[in-house]
């Protein structure tokens, strides 16, 4: 192609900003395509999700269907686009596949996880709960499967230890809007590479559930947890019956005795000015931060002394796929 590609961008929070700002930086961008308005806050005011507040202050053509799936008047707004190709990024809908030919190049998706691994809503968030150490960007060619399409790019990114859902993702959002921009310049050149089915990995979108902790579990497991549900739906704990939020988690310090971290899973093994050590079914975590139901987040220790909990208290257990916690 003797010119620079036409591009049509499908997205819709925060996290496809920079990858939309890097794509129009250097090509026209025909149409911005993001999900609906939704009613947000306690007013429930009616907001576009990011993308469309950035296309509508840029002026670009905007399209916010509610269905694309037998959508005649989307498809040929598409089409009338003139756009050779398209980019998805966090849109939040399934492509069907009669709108995938439409543009010449297709449709090309940022992918935030080293495909075939980790398919699925929640790439970032189930790599960090897995306790992976690298992750990073794929940009595969959109077929009609689930993230199953043959990948064109891909680049690594080491996680940091102390990162969480939140931070990994604005590193990938980064290294995605850098990667899609390599895609473009050379779309006539990139050579599809089909995925091994066999490797392949899944990651589903997150229910509240998912949050909870699992005291059973390894501290490392119990920090992983928490650094992948950082941002939603956050890391939730069960004390006498009542849901604590739980922030500022790290593994108690292994270099200490064995001993001082002894103690049945979700046992307080000691409560001062660092917050509560509570052990787990292998090792103690750290717990710096506690948010009772409808009251302000707090230090630890503060929530301790004055629920009048010392060591030897008992978090409540919880198990997946069980009738509720257990005192």
Known sequence: MSRPPKVA??????????????????????LVVAQPDKPVGRGLKLTPPPVAARAAELGLPLAQPNKLRNNADFA??????????????????ILPASLLDLPRFGFLNTHTSLLPRYRGAAPIQWALIRGETV??????????????????????????????????????????????????????????????????????????????????????????????????PQTTAFFG????????????????????????PGEV???NEDGLTVACGEGA?????????AKKPQPAQVWAQGQGVTPGARFDLWEPGGDGPRT
Request: net charge negative.
């Open 9 to 30: 961008f499908f997205g819709s929070p925060a996290f496809a900003l920079p990858v939309l700002e890097a794509i129009r930086a250097e090509f026209e961008v025909v």
């Open 76 to 93: 040929a707004r598409l089409r009338e686009s003139g756009a050779d190709v398209a980019v998805t990024c966090a849109y939040g809908k």
């Open 135 to 232: 992750t990073g960007t794929t940009i595969m060619q959109t077929d009609e499967g689930m993230d199953t399409g043959p990948v064109l790019l891909q680049e690594e990114l080491p996680i940091a230890p102390g990162w969480t859902s939140l931070e990994l993702s604005d590193a990938l959002s980064a290294q995605a809007a850098a990667l899609i921009v390599r895609a473009l310049r050379d779309l006539e050149g990139l050579r599809p590479r089909p995925q091994d089915e066999a490797q392949a990995t899944h990651a589903p979108m997150l229910v509240k559930e998912d949050g909870f902790v699992r005291w059973t579990d390894s501290a490392a497991q119990v920090v992983n947890r928490f650094r992948g549900v950082a941002a939603w």
């Open 241 to 264: 019956g009542k849901r604590l939020k739980l922030a500022g988690l790290t593994q108690a310090d292994p270099a200490q005795a064995d001993s001082a971290l002894a103690g049945a």
């Open 269 to 271: 093994l000691r409560v």
């Open 285 to 293: 975590v750290q717990i710096r931060t506690a948010q009772p139901e």
